[in-house]
């Protein structure tokens, strides 16, 4: 690749030293790819999960130096070639299927390229821990708290039950004879969950010198703050039982954790010590002779990103000019009355063109129904978001999930029930597919995969959201017949989105 451009007449007269080049493809990269890389920065400012962000950089760059007396000679650039390659085509993937998470990692995998092409293959070599660290600029992590929340109301359960202590859960709340607790959000312990992993692997870094030690302590940290964050949990609500709810409840329910994760800290730290190898003698300082100009290098690596941000823009992202319906037909189901939407319940679906709800009524059973109808997928009007669900976290609070087997527009698949609570203990079951043209999606990442291949191919289908929920006594069983009762029922898809194309 640097070949292509070595012939350039002025490439041989200004010479660019390995740092200069790779500031210019980490600024070119910022720059080109600008929406990706202040997505990031504003997470790192506004987010209290991920303020740590910012300092992810400065400690990989303390890390380097920590144990390399110099840089390697910069020789074969083509490994940083290929990974910048890798990130462009990523970065491109990410963008087409509006998955930040993907667009981020892809940024940062750029960078550590640039670092292959400016210092060489041997640098990758040398300083691959650093550069993985890199990794945790990305925020990510939002996915797995649902499953922490799970660990951590089963843990507090198990613990309870163990000291003979009367307790029940639905989801994640928790009932014991003082009262009710929810696992909520910011009880999964996902903020302790990356402050440890992120501590232990500089800790890691600093204290071992092989990749299985090192990797080992990771897997340790990981598996610990979870268990401990689900102890913690455990004791404020043994606490908060035991005091009859005088204790654990309110500023001190907070004084208390954070008094247990700063033990645990130490704790996880000491565990590490305990088994640290001795420091390696530094090697001694050595001069490298400059290499080749790096300015050829530099113009083929940001061509590349720049050739990426171009293809975006003039096909990704090329603008669609297509008129919502006048309004969204409802989905027929023969055999069940339509009737006003319920107004108890209504999905969150602030980003959506257009929206219809209602109740469906047949014997026995009821059924709400709401619809989101998008033009195209774009920023700010993105089908799958966390804004478009079937809860708003005002009125009704997501509590646990489950998966049933419905049938449902020709297929029958196991799909996820969301579980809802709202006061008086009222309860929903709720089912959520998405549509992309004419095709329907029960899982979301197979959605946006099907997003990045039209849009990657300059098409952007119109699509869209249907939930479907059902009210439930004791049992979320009682509202999985319901909604099978009346998913059996519905017309084909291709009937209403034939109706909406007529409006």
Known sequence: MAAIVTDMPFASRLAVTPMVCFGAIVAAAVA?????????????????????????????????????????????????????AIGAALWLLGRAGGVALVEQFALVTTIIGGVGVAFGGGALRAWAYPLAFLYFMVPFGEA?????????????????????MPVTIDGYLIQTPAGAFEVAEACAGFRFLISATMIAAVFAYVAFQSWRKRIGFLLFAIAFAILANGVRAFLLVLIATLTDMQWAVGPDHLLIGWMFYALLFV??????????????????????????????????????????????????????????????????????????????????????????????????????????????????????NYKNRAWSGAYWRHIGVRDAVIYLFGTSKTRRIDILAAPERRRLAAVTVYWLGDEIFVEPWRMKIAQAKAKLTGRNPSGGL?????????????????????TGDLEPLSAWLSRIDRQ
């Open 32 to 84: 080109l790819w600008a929406p990706t890389a202040l997505d990031m920065a504003t997470l790192w400012a506004m987010s209290s999960s991920y303020h740590y962000g910012i300092f992810v950089a400065p400690i990989a760059v303390w890390m380097v130096a920590a144990k390399s007396a110099h840089a390697p000679a910069p020789t074969n650039r083509l490994p940083g070639f290929f990974i910048i």
């Open 144 to 164: 797995i708290v649902p499953g922490l929340q799970t660990i951590t109301a089963q843990i507090i359960v198990a613990l309870l039950g163990a000291l003979s």
């Open 267 to 384: 704790v996880l730290i000491a565990a590490g010590r305990r088994y640290a190898d001795k420091a390696a003698p530094q090697p001694s300082a050595q001069a490298h002779p400059a290499g080749a100009n790096a300015m050829p290098a530099m113009l083929a690596a940001i061509a590349i990103i720049a050739g990426a941000a171009i293809y975006a823009n003039a096909v990704v992202e090329r603008p669609v000019h297509k008129a919502a319906p006048v309004s969204l037909s409802l989905l027929n189901a023969p055999g069940w009355r339509i009737l006003p939407p319920a107004q108890n319940w209504r999905a969150e679906l602030q980003q959506a063109d257009r929206t219809a709800g209602a109740t469906y009524v047949s014997g026995d059973n009821t059924v709400y129904l709401s619809l989101g109808y998008f033009t195209h997928d774009r920023k700010g009007g993105e089908i799958i």
């Open 466 to 486: 249907i939930i479907i929920a059902a009210s439930y006594n004791r049992d979320p069983a009682e509202a999985v017949a319901a909604l099978r009762n009346f």
